[in-house]
């Protein structure tokens, strides 16, 4: 068993009514869209945390906005405890590049959301996004 929950940051990209997605291979071994993001390294805050991962997941420099909130996942049946940290981030530049692992990026709208194979927690941030800009 795991001795400490990882901690995790997402950064919702907004541009224009939009939201950036990425498609990536999951565990499950089938592609979904994420909100893009990954691990805090040990000493490193959390909004420096969630610059180096988009740049590293999307070749995009932001300006992070704020938190947005945070999410609690334990299954203890698969050794698994996250806490997720979304935050609202603003691109700097319009260069999307991918590393070989992401499949494809692209800013979806609110009605796009639906048609899309999404992970749970990208789909409560996304809802709760939407809700509050609504």
Known sequence: MGERPKVIVSGLIEK??????VKE????????WIVPGGKVEFGECLVDAVK???????NLDVEVLKLLDFKEHINLKYDYHTVIFFFLAKPLNDSIKLPEEILDAKFFAKEDLKS???????????????TKSA
């Open 16 to 21: 224009d009514g939009k939201v950036l997605l």
């Open 25 to 32: 291979i999951l565990e499950s071994k089938l592609p979904y």
């Open 52 to 58: 180096r991962e988009l740049k590293e997941e999307t």
């Open 116 to 130: 899309l194979n999404l992970v749970d927690s990208a789909k409560w941030v996304l809802d709760k996004f939407f």
